[in-house]
């Protein structure tokens, strides 16, 4: 099993700056990729960037040019730099770690899901 544990969250006014961490442990082979995604209330929960083991990124249009998304593969963990934030960033943000495992049953592969934290953007 892999457990990702966030941390960073916090309330900041808009325009303001705040970074997200995660870190994964367990009994991880590899880790393919790393995602952000954010769940607002009343909203569906949508990826905010991803980047692979390669270091290839993506991000949601409404986050591009203001968020930025980094990891460190040494120690398993991703990032979120997320600048100019707007009130509409507000919600509960996750990380999920797409990793391969080692276990009684031999290697398997899952997504991985940790379990949030909350981004508060004051107008």
């Known amino acids: 099993q892999v457990q990702p544990v966030e941390s960073g969250g916090g309330l900041v006014q808009a325009g303001g700056s705040l970074r997200l961490s995660c870190a994964a442990s367990?009994?991880?082979?590899?880790?393919?990729?790393m995602d952000w995604y954010r769940q607002a209330p009343g909203k569906q929960r949508e990826l905010v960037a991803g980047i692979t083991s390669g270091g290839s990124t993506n991000y949601a249009d409404s986050v591009k040019g203001r968020f930025t998304i980094s990891r460190d593969n040494a120690k398993n963990t991703v990032s979120l730099q997320m600048n100019s934030l707007k009130p509409e960033d507000t919600a509960v943000y996750y990380c999920?770690?797409?990793?391969?495992?080692?276990?009684?049953?031999?290697?398997?592969?899952?997504?991985?899901w940790g379990q949030g934290t909350q981004v508060t953007v004051s107008s």
């Open positions: 367990g009994s991880i082979v590899s880790i393919n990729a």
């Open positions: 999920k770690v797409r990793a391969t495992t080692v276990g009684i049953k031999g290697l398997q592969w899952g997504d991985y």
